[in-house]
């Protein structure tokens, strides 16, 4: 069966410092993998996606970045925090025509 | 433009009681909707899809949930509430079958009260 790790689980970072949050899956190859934020009292918003290595689309203009050096390997990254990119990030990952399945999340503060 | 909407921000049930999480939606033509439950601190977890067919669907945990063309709706329901249902939920639609333009509602806060 398919399964996704996210990590970390909580993170507190300084302004102005660097990010990387990891994402793998396992269990399915090729998968779509998908990067969103969630900030209190609202939905959920989609930050990037990719449908294969090195093929990642942006659906909002930001200060994070995403890459796909794998497969089955999704990074979120920033080279400089900001205070509004707190937020609670999740990584999901689906097959052509099937749902979302989504990681446990990683809670980040940005102090 | 396509929108997935929940009204009602929070709501509180007692034990036992049934529930009915609304949610409306806004395509042209009828659209993928999903609900996801999510528990405080985790990811989101699938309760059930609806893509074509019966409109009323079947999920986990004891969740069900019925298509309305009619009113553009796509409500969750439940007989029973246990405890554990306590969770936020979300309802979720796409025009297409590929999650990539998968638009979410903001969220339901469920409370059940023993």
């Known amino acids: 069966s398919q399964t996704i790790h996210q990590w970390p689980a909580t993170l507190v970072q300084p302004v102005g410092s660097p990010l990387s949050l990891e994402c793998t899956v396992e269990?399915?190859?090729?998968?779509?993998l998908y990067w969103y934020r969630q900030a209190a009292g609202r939905g959920l918003q989609l930050l990037f996606y990719?449908?294969?290595?090195?093929?990642i689309s942006s659906e909002v203009p930001q200060n994070l970045s995403a890459s796909r050096p794998q497969d089955r390997q999704f990074i979120l990254s920033s080279k400089k925090l900001l205070l509004s990119d707190s937020g609670f990030y999740l990584c999901?990952?689906?097959?052509?025509?099937?749902?979302?399945?989504f990681g446990n999340g990683t809670r980040l503060t940005v102090t | 433009a396509q929108s997935v909407t929940q009204p009602d921000i929070h709501i509180t049930v007692s034990e036992g009681a049934s529930l009915e999480l609304r949610c409306n939606y806004s395509?042209?033509?009828?659209?993928?909707l999903f609900w996801y439950v999510q528990s405080p601190g985790q990811g989101l977890q699938l309760l059930l899809k609806?893509?074509?067919?019966?409109?009323l669907v079947q999920g986990i945990k004891g969740f069900e949930a019925e298509f309305k063309r009619s009113q553009s709706s796509f409500n969750l329901r439940k007989p029973s509430v246990h405890w554990s249902d306590a969770a936020e939920y979300f309802c979720?639609?796409?025009?297409?079958?590929?999650?990539?333009?998968?638009?979410f509602g903001t969220g339901t806060r469920l409370q059940v009260t023993l």
């Open positions: 999901a990952w689906s097959d052509s025509n099937s749902p979302l399945h």
């Open positions: 269990g399915t190859s090729n998968p779509n």
């Open positions: 990719s449908v294969g290595i090195g093929q």
């Open positions: 395509y042209g033509a009828t659209p993928y």
């Open positions: 609806y893509f074509s067919g019966d409109t």
């Open positions: 979720a639609g796409s025009n297409t079958g590929t999650a990539s333009k998968l638009t």
